[in-house]
């Protein structure tokens, strides 16, 4: 048996849900001096992000805000759509297990 889960475009590491994913990028890898994707040397990650426009940045940008003061509606269902695609991803649960 399948569920999905979303994984974390930096490190990997599967989540249940999106929150969970965006919740672990701000913790751990909003700060970077680097840019993941396309591993430019940055001052403010979040300003590099906002600049870039291709799927993988927007990825990150949406993880670490969210789309807020977005305003354009088919904008935000655009970056949605591309982010679940992106970080969607199959987890396969053992099923009858009891701890």
């Known amino acids: 048996m399948f569920t999905l889960g979303y994984k ?12 969970g994913v965006r919740r672990h990028f701000i913790r751990n890898h909003s700060n970077l001096d680097h ?13 590099h992000l906002m600049r870039m426009k291709d799927d993988d940045h927007m990825v990150l940008w949406y993880l670490y805000n969210n789309l807020r003061g977005l305003r354009d509606k088919e904008l935000k269902s ?9 970080l969607k991803v199959k987890i396969s649960v053992v099923e009858g297990l009891n701890y």
């Open 8 to 19: 974390c475009p930096v490190c990997g590491k599967v989540f249940d849900n999106m929150p």
């Open 78 to 86: 655009k970056i949605r759509r591309i982010v679940k695609e992106k």
């Open 35 to 47: 840019c993941p994707v396309c591993n430019k040397e940055v001052n403010s990650l979040a300003k």
